[in-house]
């Protein structure tokens, strides 16, 4: 680490590599709300976000694991699920009055059909304004996730990989039906109200649990433990022996 008086300590999610000030500082100057798009292994979220004094405000956001509530079976990470996410994302951001933003994929590589770019043409599906390439959208086909559909059936016939798809076996979930499942699920996004763009229903299997009932006391409550009383401790002399005996 660089010392000296001249030295300027970086920001803290610089020093930890999460986020690029330099580009987040040009997408401020635009005055304009940010698209920010982010994955993780499961999941994929989208919100449009608006900087103000106080702080950045979230004026819409989605997750993909939402689209549960919505007929969705598949996985989460994937994505079909990405662009849909991005759909009702873009939904929700245009009932709270946002007309238009500016993409900011973080430190993701801006990889030409990928899933961030997956979540981008959900978001331009449901009528938001974002300067954009349109080379770097996915066709139609990997957003409706036949492509999932042709490596399940590659790995079936060859069986060089059984651990591929092995998880999703396990859930009992038919993945040769992801791009039905991709229509249905579209079509119930688009068909919401105002209402259920505010509040998303959970499904019976993601409900809060039940309350366990209270413990029944018992009417005649034991009596309380009697503390011990300390032992007095022993006063040890701090002389050098015994008395009548010196040390040589």
């Known amino acids: 680490m660089a010392q000296g008086p001249t030295y300027k300590v970086k920001f803290r999610r610089r020093r930890e590599g999460k986020t690029n000030y330099y580009r987040r500082r040009r997408l401020l100057l635009s005055r304009t709300p940010r698209l920010v798009i982010r994955k993780t292994n499961t999941a994929t979220i989208v919100q449009v976000i608006e900087a103000q004094v106080i702080g950045d405000v979230t004026l819409a956001a989605a997750k993909s694991t939402e689209l549960i509530s919505h007929g969705w079976n598949a996985g989460t990470g994937n994505m079909p699920a990405a662009y849909l996410t991005g759909l009702l994302a873009g939904r929700r951001a245009k009932q709270n009055g946002v007309s238009e933003s500016i993409l900011d994929i973080g430190l993701n590589p801006p990889v030409r059909g990928s899933r961030v770019y997956a979540a981008l043409g959900g978001v331009l599906d449901s009528g938001l304004e974002v300067p954009h390439d349109p080379e770097v959208i996915p066709d139609d086909e990997r957003v409706s996730g036949k492509h999932i559909v042709e490596a399940f059936k590659h790995f079936q016939e060859n069986k060089s990989n059984p651990s591929q ?84």
Do not use: D, M, N
Not at 166 to 178: C, D, E, P
Not at 191 to 199: H, I, V
Not at 221 to 241: D, E, Y
């Open 165 to 248: 798809f092995a998880s999703l076996g396990k859930k009992k979930t038919t993945i040769t039906s992801i791009p039905k499942q991709f229509e249905a699920t579209k079509k119930s996004i688009l068909a919401l109200t105002e209402t259920g763009l505010k509040k998303s229903k959970l499904p019976a299997a993601a409900k809060k649990p039940k309350k366990k009932a209270p413990r029944e006391r018992p009417e005649v409550r034991p009596p309380r433990a009697v503390p011990r009383k300390p032992k007095p401790k022993k006063l040890i002399s701090r002389g050098r022996g015994k008395k009548g005996k010196r040390r040589r």
